[in-house]
């Protein structure tokens, strides 16, 4: 069965640093899918940031990006410039591929934005 | 477009009783899925249902159930309700070509006392 680790509970970050949150999964998939969510304290799930297994070039997307790294099962999202509005839970999710939907979460990792 | 929404927002039930819950994908959206979001359990997945069907189904009890419109609106049903049901759902759509993608809607907080 797939699985997703959050190793962080909790991070903090200075106002225009970098942090970086990891994950793991487990998988004995070659092909699929995997996403970081974001979760402020409104609770609105908003998506952060995709990543296709079959892609070797790691997913950007403004001032979000990931190291994937497939053969060490490990997808970390690196976060630059941080800003107060990123605080928030930031949760790894892998993708069950076929026909399904579904998606296996992390635990997350709550991070704070210190001014 | 308009996002995916989830009604109601909140909601307070009895233990035994059952209860309700909406969401309406975003246009163009025919998978909806669901998810329960607990601080003990995290985020677990409940079902998925394309085309007024039920692709997949969590590791829930069978008091946990939904069905799908042809509208692609969708809704689950909770029966008798248990304390250890107050939780965050979540429901989330996706467009059936392309990423995976999952749009999640606001979710409902239902608290069971």
């Known amino acids: 069965a797939q699985t997703v680790t959050q190793s962080q509970p909790e991070m903090s970050v200075q106002e225009a640093e970098t942090v970086t949150l990891s994950c793991t999964y487990d998988?004995?998939?070659?092909?699929?899918?995997l996403f970081w969510y974001k979760q402020p304290p409104s609770r609105q799930m908003i998506l952060v940031i995709r990543?296709?297994?079959?892609?070797?070039q790691n997913a950007t997307e403004n001032r979000f990006s990931v190291n994937f790294q497939k053969a060490a099962k490990s997808f970390s999202l690196k976060i630059s410039d941080s800003q107060l509005g990123d605080a928030a839970m930031y949760f790894c999710?892998?993708?069950?591929?076929?026909?399904?939907?579904?998606?296996?979460f992390g635990t997350g990792t709550l991070l704070a934005v210190q001014p | 477009k308009a996002g995916v929404t989830q009604t109601p927002r909140y909601l307070i039930k009895t233990r035994g009783q059952q209860v309700t819950l909406s969401c309406s994908p975003i246009?163009?959206?025919?998978?909806v899925s669901w998810y329960q979001q607990t601080p003990g359990q995290g985020l677990q997945f409940l079902f998925e249902?394309?085309?007024?069907?039920?692709?997949n189904k969590g590791n829930f009890p069978g008091r946990f159930s939904g069905r799908q419109f042809s509208n692609s609106r969708s809704e689950m049903n909770v029966s008798t309700l248990e304390l250890g049901d107050s939780a965050l759902y979540l429901c989330?759509?996706?467009?059936?070509?392309?990423?995976?993608?999952?749009?999640f809607g606001p979710g409902t907080r239902l608290t069971v006392t």
């Open positions: 989330a759509s996706r467009t059936t070509s392309g990423t995976y993608e999952q749009y």
């Open positions: 249902y394309f085309s007024e069907t039920q692709r």
């Open positions: 990543q296709e297994a079959y892609k070797q």
């Open positions: 246009s163009g959206h025919r998978s």
């Open positions: 999710a892998y993708h069950v591929g076929g026909a399904t939907n579904k998606l296996i």
């Open positions: 998988t004995s998939e070659s092909d699929y899918y």
